[in-house]
């Protein structure tokens, strides 16, 4: 049973161009949401968090947004640049960071 | 400083062996976590340490999975009479302080592919 979903296993989208990547959970009890990016061979990279008493959380081209009534987040990168090309996971846990459930990933890329 | 490293990076066994996987935190991290990577799938939580002890081992998929900690640092995670079933990447992780603190993300390192023929 997935607990974070993302429904989307790719997206392609153009260098500068907004890239939108959504993650639904079905956990009423996450309270921490994480993005990571992964590039092959390598483990995943922490890319942002937001807790569940916020809706927004901004960090350079990355932000991350936060509907609690619809489990729904999603991450938004902008502008998209050819480096931002890898899978990224959407994650979430219950009061903090230790037992993290991941998502399947989308794999993102960013055409020049 | 030097990030997460796991030894080795790949791993071929035969069905039915032992084998070890290695993982060196981050110098001064004190909770450590093993996650396995199956093909096509997300990571999949397994266990957690706090320092020596095993804080959450509720990922294990059955006994012939087993972890240890036992200086606070290094990790081995055991893996008896494998299947091939457990062929994966095995992921370790570490991060600074536990739950609820922002900045406490963890810093994950680069796998060990494991490959049961």
């Known amino acids: 049973d997935q607990q974070v979903k993302q429904n989307s296993p790719s997206l392609s989208v153009q260098e500068g161009r907004i890239s939108i990547l959504n993650c639904d959970y079905t956990?009423?009890?996450?309270?921490?949401f994480l993005w990571y990016k992964k590039y092959p061979a390598e483990g995943p990279t922490f890319l942002i968090s937001?807790?569940?008493?916020?809706d927004k959380n901004e960090d350079g081209r990355f932000t991350v947004f936060l509907n609690k009534s619809a489990k729904h987040l999603s991450l938004h990168i902008v502008p998209s640049q050819p480096g931002d090309s890898a899978v990224y996971f959407c994650?979430?846990?219950?009061?903090?960071?230790?037992?993290?459930?991941f998502g399947i990933g989308t794999k993102l890329q960013v055409i020049p | 400083g030097a990030g997460v490293s796991q030894t080795p990076s790949n791993k071929v066994t035969e069905k039915g062996k032992y084998v070890e996987l290695r993982c060196d935190p981050i110098?001064?991290?004190?909770?450590l976590y093993w996650y396995r990577q199956s093909l096509g799938q997300g990571p999949e939580f397994l266990i957690y340490?706090?320092?020596?002890?095993?804080?959450?081992d509720s990922g294990l998929p059955n006994d012939r999975f087993f972890a240890v900690r036992p200086e606070g640092s290094v990790s081995t995670l055991k893996i008896q009479r494998t299947e091939r079933g457990d062929s994966a990447v095995y992921l370790c992780?570490?991060?600074?302080?536990?739950?609820?603190?922002?900045?406490?993300?963890?810093?994950f390192g680069p796998g060990t592919r494991l490959t049961v023929l």
């Open positions: 992780a570490s991060s600074q302080g536990l739950a609820g603190v922002e900045g406490n993300e963890q810093f």
């Open positions: 956990n009423s009890m996450f309270d921490y």
């Open positions: 937001i807790s569940s008493i916020k």
């Open positions: 994650a979430a846990s219950v009061g903090g960071y230790q037992k993290v459930t």
């Open positions: 110098s001064g991290h004190t909770a």
């Open positions: 340490f706090q320092g020596t002890g095993a804080a959450d």
